[in-house]
């Protein structure tokens, strides 16, 4: 049998190279089966790095671990309109509930962190993009 060619495999490739040696990649590493699907990676600033961290922690914690929850995939994550955005597949009956509560937390704590520092921020528009920033970072010029 003949393996289906990887359609995603230079937008892998990519994240791989830009989250090396950083918590992203840690992350991954710690939840290697759960975070498969995130083609582009973690898309979100350093100073959301607890909430993701927390996000995958609280899952694993609920969940009781990738083991009882083989096909579920992470898709996205990433800002979109201010906040983190989670996307994900293959949630089954008993698990989907406990992933849509741990989302809204993980959102919840985005809308008062700024994205870039961590520190309390407010959730702001600039040039019709909306993002959560500190006062430091409100008019920074941010990618990751």
């Known amino acids: 049998m003949t393996a289906l060619p990887d359609d995603f ?14 918590w992203r ?16 990676g973690f898309e979100v600033g350093d ?14 914690d609920r969940l009781g671990g990738e083991a009882t929850c083989p096909d579920f995939r992470l898709t996205q994550v990433k800002q979109k309109f201010g906040l983190i955005r989670i996307y994900f597949e293959n949630a089954n009956s008993k698990s989907l509930p ?5 989302i809204r ?4 704590r985005s809308r008062t962190a700024c ?6 921020g407010s959730l702001i528009e600039r040039r019709r993009y ?15």
Not at 47 to 60: I, N, Q, Y
Request: aromatic share 6%; proline share 4%; with cysteine.
């Open 9 to 22: 495999a230079e937008e892998r490739a990519a994240a791989t190279e830009r989250e090396r040696g950083t």
């Open 25 to 40: 990649e840690r992350l991954r590493a710690r939840y290697p089966t759960w975070t498969s699907g995130l083609v582009r």
């Open 47 to 60: 100073g959301w790095r607890e909430v993701a961290e927390d996000f995958c922690r609280s899952l694993d």
């Open 98 to 102: 406990v992933v849509e509560q741990v």
């Open 105 to 108: 937390c993980a959102e919840d």
């Open 115 to 120: 994205e870039v520092c961590r520190e309390p």
């Open 130 to 144: 909306l993002r959560v920033a500190c006062p430091a970072h409100e008019h920074v010029s941010f990618s990751l």
